[in-house]
């Protein structure tokens, strides 16, 4: 079984940058999917970006421009770069694979707030 841990959120003004890891319990050759999801208080959860195994990334138009995501497969670990962050960036950051969809399996996410 593979577990994901999302960490690397934290406080950051309007212009600043994060990057977000997700670290695998085990190798992430095997997943087809992983994406990157944040929700805000009282909105729904929405896709970010996605990578898959093929190293193909498709980003929401909202972060295109602004947000990469990447990843290390030695370190079983897939990254979300945020840059220009804005303060409608504000949200609890998850990710997840495709068998965690559809499983409805969801971990805890990192806090991202994006302020002065």
């Known amino acids: 079984q593979v577990q994901l841990v999302e960490s690397g959120g934290g406080l950051a003004q309007p212009g600043g940058s994060l990057r977000l890891s997700c670290v695998a319990s085990?190798?992430?050759?095997?997943?087809?999917?992983m994406g990157w999801y944040r929700q805000a208080p009282g909105k729904q959860r929405e896709l970010v970006a996605a990578?898959?195994?093929?190293?193909?990334?498709n980003y929401a138009d909202s972060v295109k421009g602004r947000f990469t995501i990447y990843r290390d497969n030695a370190k079983n670990t897939v990254y979300l770069q945020m840059n220009s962050l804005k303060p409608e960036d504000t949200a609890v950051y998850y990710c997840n694979s495709d068998r965690g969809l559809r499983l409805g399996s969801w971990g805890q996410g990192t806090q991202v707030t994006v302020s002065s």
């Open positions: 085990g190798s992430i050759f095997s997943i087809y999917f």
């Open positions: 990578i898959i195994s093929g190293g193909s990334t």
